[in-house]
């Protein structure tokens, strides 16, 4: 199958990723994040079977090491060094995909786009690929280390002061977390982290996001999901979570409809764990 090499839309298709496989220029990343209460080692999954040519980029060990908040984004630095030791150099076309619960190819989106790097996203993840008999293989092939610089953008990316300016002007927070976690009624997996949501922020579960087969749902039907969660998409929002890693799931879905939702990066583990912030139950 001959790959058409032209620019690759946000969100790949399987049978585009499939015609595009062998393109010299394609890199394609498995970006599987996987919380440790799960008993998986994604690494160990990636191992064992991957799209063909696959890269495994670990966002847990990229991460900014000098946080105590997990998964924090990384400096410019130490981004740019894991991206050149997997192989990914400037100019590359980038697809992102993962088999994790929690969509976390949508965080190493966030991540590339606010270095101001294009990706994109393979809709449905491994989930789909495998589903549909397409080829994986087991082990990691070797490759040559590639060239690239990055310049920290900080693009999409917002700290707890932007939260606190949103929450004065009556701006729109919106939480991807589970209903019990965001009322409190559940309690949060993180010693040490309260229970609650941001107030004045709205719920809209990430899952909600997604089509049973793992896919993004059409424009039409994100566009209606945002609207019954009570987003105006045309006015100013930013998304938190639990870690900003689902948030990531609806700045995505927001870039789908053209508009941009710059995620919390400390979310509700950096909120809630501060005795000095506001906290809402319901």
Same mark, same amino acid.
């Given at each position: ?23 010299? &220029? @394609?890199? %394609? !990343? ?9 008993? *998986?080692?994604?690494? +160990?999954?990636?191992? #064992? ?8 980029? &670990? @966002?847990? %060990? !990229? ?9 924090? *984004?990384?400096?410019? +630095?130490?981004?740019? #060094? ?12 980038? !697809? ?187």
């Amino acid at each position: 199958m001959t790959p058409d090499l032209s620019p690759l839309p946000d969100l790949v298709s399987t049978d585009r990723l499939a015609r595009e496989l062998g393109a010299p &220029d @394609l890199r %394609v !990343v498995d970006c599987t994040y996987l919380n440790p209460v799960l008993s *998986r080692d994604a690494r +160990a999954e990636y191992g #064992a079977a991957h799209i063909p040519d696959a890269r495994f980029l &670990d @966002l847990g %060990v !990229v991460a900014d090491r000098t946080s105590a908040l997990p998964i924090m *984004r990384p400096c410019a +630095a130490r981004f740019e #060094a894991a991206l050149g030791a997997i192989g990914i150099g400037t100019g590359d076309r980038i !697809v992102l995909y993962d088999d994790s619960p929690w969509r976390t190819a949508a965080r190493a989106w966030f991540t590339f786009r606010s270095f101001g790097l294009a990706a994109s996203i393979l809709d449905g993840g491994l989930g789909k690929w495998r589903a549909e008999g397409r080829p994986l293989e087991g082990g990691e092939r070797p490759v040559d280390p590639a060239s690239i610089e990055v310049e920290d953008r900080a693009i999409g990316v917002v700290a707890m002061a932007d939260v606190r300016r949103a929450m004065d002007d009556a701006g729109q927070i919106v939480d991807a977390r589970s209903a019990a976690r965001f009322t409190g009624a559940e309690p949060d997996p993180r010693p040490g982290v309260a229970p609650g949501h941001i107030p004045g922020s709205v719920n809209l579960p990430y899952a909600r996001l997604f089509a049973p087969d793992g896919t993004y749902r059409p424009t039409s039907e994100l566009a209606g999901t945002f609207a019954d969660a009570g987003i105006d998409l045309d006015r100013p929002v930013v998304a938190t979570c639990g870690s900003g890693v689902t948030a990531s799931a609806l700045a995505f879905a927001a870039h789908l409809l053209g508009r941009t939702v710059p995620v919390y990066d400390g979310s509700w583990t950096e909120w809630g764990a501060d005795p000095a912030t506001p906290k809402a139950t319901v």
